[in-house]
C-alpha cells in the first residue's frame, strides 16, 4: 500500500517502515501519525511479518519533532479537546505487541525522540542527535518524553535535556543507556534489519513475551512483576514451540516453529 508520508517494505519477516518528509526533516505532522497507526496495524496482523524497524529518510534527520507548523495556529482548547498526542501511545504503542526497533539516522528531537523511545530499543548511527528542546518553545514533552527518557537515563540526563533543550550526541545516548547500540551511518538500516531479522527467527509467541515482560518492568511492583514474569514463563513451558526449542537443542539442529 501506498502512504503520502511514509514508505513501507516488506524484507522476508521484516518490516521497514520510514518516514519520509525530508524536506522537513521527517516533522512528524497529524498524516505520519495516521500512516504510521495503518502502517504498524498491517504489520502486528500479518502472521508472516514479525519484526519492524522505523527509520528516517536522508541522512539528517530521524525526525525533528512533532510539526512545530501544523501545531502553530492550532487554537489552544483543541490540543486539550482532541487529546492530542494520545494516539502515539494508546494506537501505535499499545496496539503494537510485537517488537520493533528504532533505527535513528540522525536528529531525533521533541517528538522524534519521543518516538524512538517509543520502539522496544533503539539502535542509532555515529551521527544521532537526541534532544526534548520543547521547552524552547514555551512548551513541554508531550508525547513521553518526560516519562519514558527519564525511565531510560535517568533523573540528572532527563532533567538537564529538558530543561536545558541540549541534544546527546550518539555516545553520550549509548553511555546513559537511552539507546543499545550505535553504529556507522552507512551501515544504519543493514545493522537494524540485521537485528530484526534475528528477532523475526525467534520463536514469536517468546519473542511477544519477552517484550512483554520488559515492559510491564516500567509498570508494576518487584513483586508483581517477578509474579507476572513465571506466570509468562510458565505458559511458554506449554507451548509447541517450548517442546520443540528444547528438542531442537538437545539434537543439535535449528528450531522450526509454530507460534503456538
Ligand atoms: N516541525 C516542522 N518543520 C520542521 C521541524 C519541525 N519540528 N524541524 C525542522 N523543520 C523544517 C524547517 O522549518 C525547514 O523547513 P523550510 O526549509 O521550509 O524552512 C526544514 O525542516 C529544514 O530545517 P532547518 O533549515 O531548520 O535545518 P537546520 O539544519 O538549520 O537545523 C534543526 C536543524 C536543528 C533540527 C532545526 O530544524 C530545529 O531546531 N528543528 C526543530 C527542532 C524542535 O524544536 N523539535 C521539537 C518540536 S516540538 C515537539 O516535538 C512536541 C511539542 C510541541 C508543542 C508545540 C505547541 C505549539
Not at 503494537?96 to 528504532?102: D, H, L, Q, V
Request: glycine content about 8%; charged content about 20%.
Amino acid at each position: 500500500m501506498d502512504y503520502e508520508t511514509i514508505l513501507v517494505e516488506q524484507k522476508g519477516a521484516v518490516t521497514l517502515v520510514t518516514i519520509n518528509r525530508p524536506q522537513a526533516l521527517n516533522a512528524l505532522n497529524s498524516q505520519v501519525l495516521a500512516d504510521l497507526i495503518h502502517a504498524f496495524a498491517v504489520f502486528e496482523a500479518d502472521p508472516a511479518q514479525r519484526c519492524a524497524v522505523l527509520t528516517g529518510s536522508g541522512d539528517k534527520a530521524f525526525a525533528a519533532g512533532a510539526d512545530i507548523k501544523e501545531m502553530a495556529d492550532k487554537p489552544g482548547a483543541d490540543f486539550y479537546a482532541q487529546d492530542f498526542f494520545a494516539d502515539w501511545t494508546s494506537k501505535l504503542v499499545k496496539a503494537t505487541r510485537k517488537p520493533w526497533i528504532a533505527a535513528v539516522n540522525g536528529f531525533a528531537l521533541g517528538g522524534g525522540c519521543e518516538v524512538a523511545m517509543m520502539a522496544d530499543f533503539i539502535i542509532a548511527a555515529d551521527t544521532a542527535r537526541f534532544g526534548q528542546p520543547e521547552i524552547k518553545l514555551g512548551v513541554a514533552p508531550g508525547m513521553g518524553g518526560s516519562q519514558r527518557l527519564t525511565r531510560a537515563v535517568g533523573k540528572a540526563k532527563a532533567m538537564d535535556m529538558c530543561l536545558t533543550g541540549r541534544m546527546m550526541d550518539a555516545a553520550e545516548a549509548e553511555r546513559g543507556g537511552l539507546v543499545s547500540r550505535v553504529v556507522p551511518l552507512a551501515d544504519l538500516v543493514a545493522e537494524a534489519l540485521k537485528a530484526a531479522e534475528a528477532i523475526a527467527a525467534m520463536p514469536p509467541l517468546a519473542a511477544l513475551a519477552n517484550k512483554e515482560l520488559v515492559n510491564a518492568a516500567f509498570e508494576t511492583t518487584l513483586d508483581q512483576g517477578l509474579l507476572h514474569e513465571r506466570r509468562v514463563f510458565q505458559i511458554l513451558a506449554a507451548t509447541a514451540d517450548k517442546a520443540e526449542g528444547m528438542a531442537a537443542f538437545v539434537e543439535k539442529r535449528a528450531g522450526v516453529w509454530q507460534g503456538r
